[in-house]
């Protein structure tokens, strides 16, 4: 599988059709706990990274998903719009992780279809940045309907903020990396209560 953003990150890919959200969220610009920058995929003037990236996560949820190959071209117009819902998508996450109020999300036309085994199917519908919003909201739906919803997180080391699919049994995860992520938040808090007993 090629999912260049979230494999800038060494994770584990979403289940699913979730992945498809996941490597949207982890298109974004990150510090690190490393000194090495990760860029914006979906920058301005960077239309060919980012007609790159959609090509290999279109084509990696296709075959994820059991549909046919989806030929996907975006314009320069629609990087603004998928960083917008990018980051629509990343508020949503982190509302639902604390309770907070619910974040509108921009709309997307989808197509809800009957299949001759009577299974309900939800495809996405509209071309550039207004399908790939499309595949992503109907995406999320399904897996609030499935229940793994919850199990898409932000990670709360801030320079970082992956995107990762919590796999821990309670889910209770906060950081897409214990040993570095949650190693770097730990030796923060150390470093503080030190600084205030001094």
């Known amino acids: ?16 059709g979730l992945a498809l959200v996941q490597e949207l969220l982890n298109t974004a610009p990150a510090g690190r706990p490393t000194p090495a920058e990760l860029p914006d995929l ?21 075959r994820e998903t059991g549909r046919a190959d989806v030929r996907l071209a975006l314009t320069d117009d629609d990087l603004p719009r998928l960083r ?14 604390r309770g907070g109020d619910a974040v509108r999300f921009t709309s997307a036309p989808v197509v809800v279809g009957l299949a001759g085994d009577g299974t309900l199917t939800v495809e996405p519908e509209g071309a550039g940045a207004r399908w790939l919003a ?10 609030q309907a499935s229940g793994v919803w919850r199990r898409l997180k932000i990670c709360r080391n801030e320079p970082c903020s992956a995107a990762f699919y919590d796999r821990s ?3 209770s995860g906060v950081w897409h990396s214990v040993r570095g992520c949650g190693n770097a938040a730990h030796l923060r808090a150390c470093r503080e209560r030190r600084r205030v007993q001094a």
């Open 42 to 62: 979906l920058a301005d003037g960077s239309l060919g990274v980012a007609q790159e990236w959609a090509d290999l996560a279109v084509r990696d949820w296709a």
């Open 134 to 143: 499309s595949a992503v909201l109907a995406e999320g739906l399904l897996a």
């Open 169 to 171: 049994r309670n889910n």
């Open 84 to 97: 917008c819902l990018r980051d629509q998508v990343r508020r949503a996450l982190a509302a639902g992780d």
């Open 1 to 16: 599988m090629n999912r260049p953003a979230s494999e800038r990150y060494c994770l584990t890919p979403a289940p699913g």
